[in-house]
């Protein structure tokens, strides 16, 4: 009994060390060049453990102080790097060259294109670690990160529109392209679609944006209701103008896996959250209209006649179109 309680505590004991010798590595890749390179393959070559990167280049792993970590990603160098104790580390790939007379080698170059339109393509050896029967012993146990959802940008590509400046002159061209960026607030312009600049917000009163159907987004700038980001018009009238404010926020991937369960999303994902918001002409105020009936009686209250009228004749989901022919209808 007493050499098995030993025995208890001087493993107790050395599990306790393991654990305190263990690091949470914080660490980016990026390519030659300063991209950031996603779903490139780390893994600690001494344990069984392995990750991948995520849209944004960066990964996290659990490992020795003294580790050697193994970085690979197709169309680049593998790159071997030891931790030495650190715990925030930077990993640079470089390309892949091909020797003068030999055939070339098929690469895959990850490039940024434009507003996050992210592909990933996966490299010949992951057919291993993908394949069907389950995940071998023998093979590092990692977590893939998928292809980042939702975009900081309104649009996929540039679109065309002009703007109004507070002077009220117009700025339109056939080559201008567009975009606005829901997480600053900037008003992106472009001549070649390549190069791009952000337009001075002191210069915007207003901008118009047309979406692939061709239809057109007014955006104004309302300090009342935001003094960095544009709300867009739904609505205007002798009585009331009513905006829609959307607010982007980037939700990292949280994914978490103890080998039993998972939990989490395997993903990075833009999140957009709206807000509409009634401005009375008459008297100059704000006020923040949530998209339910009991909630548009309050914002109308002075008119709760004409509001009833309104939702006898209308029915349905409280989206952008119901909030725009609500104001539509109380501006008669």
Request: hydrophobic share 40%; charged share 20%.
């Given at each position: 009994?007493?050499?098995?309680?030993?025995?208890?505590?001087?493993?107790?004991?050395?599990?306790?060390?393991?654990?305190?010798?263990?690091?949470?590595?914080?660490?980016?890749?990026?390519?030659?060049?300063?991209?950031?390179?996603?779903?490139?393959?780390?893994?600690?070559?001494?344990?069984?453990?392995?990750?991948?990167?995520?849209?944004?280049?960066?990964?996290?792993?659990k490992a020795s102080p003294n580790a050697t970590l193994l970085v690979t990603s197709a169309g680049y160098e593998k790159k071997v790097i030891s931790i030495k104790g650190g715990t925030d580390i930077l990993?640079?790939?470089?390309?892949?060259?091909?020797?003068?007379g030999n055939t070339p080698v098929a690469t895959t170059t990850q490039t940024a294109e434009a507003f996050d339109n992210y592909t990933a393509s996966h490299g010949q050896s992951d057919a291993?670690?993908?394949?069907?029967?389950?995940?071998?012993?023998?093979?590092?146990?990692f977590h893939p990160v998928d292809e980042t959802k939702g975009s900081r940008y309104l649009f996929s590509d540039w679109v065309s529109g002009f703007v109004v400046d507070?002077?009220?002159?117009?700025y339109k061209n056939p080559k201008y392209g567009f975009n606005y960026d829901k997480m600053n607030g900037g008003l992106l312009l472009t001549m070649d679609r390549h190069a791009a600049i952000e337009i001075d917000p002191s210069k915007i009163k207003?901008?118009?944006?047309?979406?692939?159907?061709?239809q057109q987004q007014v955006y104004v700038y309302v300090p009342e209701i935001n003094k960095t980001h544009y709300p867009m018009l739904l609505s205007e009238g002798k009585n009331y103008r009513i905006y829609k404010l959307t607010s982007t926020r980037f939700v990292k991937n949280?994914?978490?896996?103890?080998?039993?369960?998972?939990?989490?999303?395997?993903?990075?994902?833009?999140?957009?959250?709206?807000?509409?918001?009634?401005?009375n002409v008459q008297t100059k105020q704000v006020q923040e209209l949530a998209p339910k009936k009991k909630a548009i009686k309050t914002v109308f209250a002075s008119e709760g006649k004409k509001v009833d009228s309104f939702f006898s004749a209308y029915d349905g989901s409280i989206d952008d179109t119901y909030i725009r022919s609500l104001g539509d209808f109380m501006n008669q």
């Open positions: 009994m007493k050499k098995t309680t030993i025995l208890f505590l001087l493993s107790a004991f050395v599990c306790k060390i393991s654990a305190a010798q263990t690091l949470t590595i914080n660490g980016s890749v990026k390519d030659d060049i300063g991209n950031n390179v996603a779903l490139a393959y780390v893994q600690d070559k001494a344990d069984n453990t392995a990750t991948r990167t995520d849209s944004l280049g960066k990964f996290t792993l990993v640079v790939l470089k390309s892949e060259k091909v020797a003068a291993l670690l993908y394949g069907a029967g389950g995940i071998s012993p023998l093979l590092p146990v507070p002077k009220d002159s117009v207003s901008f118009t944006l047309y979406n692939n159907l061709n949280d994914f978490h896996s103890d080998g039993m369960t998972s939990v989490g999303n395997n993903y990075d994902e833009y999140v957009d959250t709206y807000t509409y918001y009634v401005y």
